[in-house]
């Protein structure tokens, strides 16, 4: 099993800054993606970013030059650093975590809890 631990959300004034933090933990060989969805009420839940092991990271259009991801591999925590936060940036950020329990295991993926993440204009 593997867990997730979500913090970081919070209510921010439009413009304001927000950093999402999501540690793994548990029974990991490797990880080879990290990423950061959310889900606004009455929306499906969408990419935000995520992060490969490699480094390549992938951004949606709506937040490209605004959010940053970026991973802590010693510690198995992926980041996200969100500027100019905007209305429709008002959410819950679900962090999920892709990866492998052993070496000749399948591959696992696994979604946090959800942080809450609310423009407060």
């Known amino acids: 099993q593997v867990q997730l631990v979500e913090s970081g959300g919070g209510l921010v004034q439009s413009g304001g800054s927000l950093r999402l933090s999501c540690a793994a933990s548990g029974c990991i060989f490797s990880i080879h993606v990290m990423g950061w969805y959310r889900q606004a009420p009455g929306n499906q839940r969408e990419l935000v970013a995520d992060i490969r092991s490699g480094g390549s990271s992938n951004y949606a259009d709506s937040v490209k030059g605004r959010f940053t991801i970026s991973r802590d591999t010693a510690k198995d925590t992926v980041y996200l650093q969100m500027n100019s936060l905007k209305p429709e940036d008002t959410a819950v950020y679900y962090c999920?975590?892709?990866?492998?329990?052993?070496?000749?295991?399948?591959?696992?993926?696994?979604w946090g809890q959800g942080t809450r993440v609310t423009d407060s204009s």
């Open positions: 999920n975590v892709g990866g492998k329990y052993s070496r000749d295991s399948g591959l696992f993926t696994y």
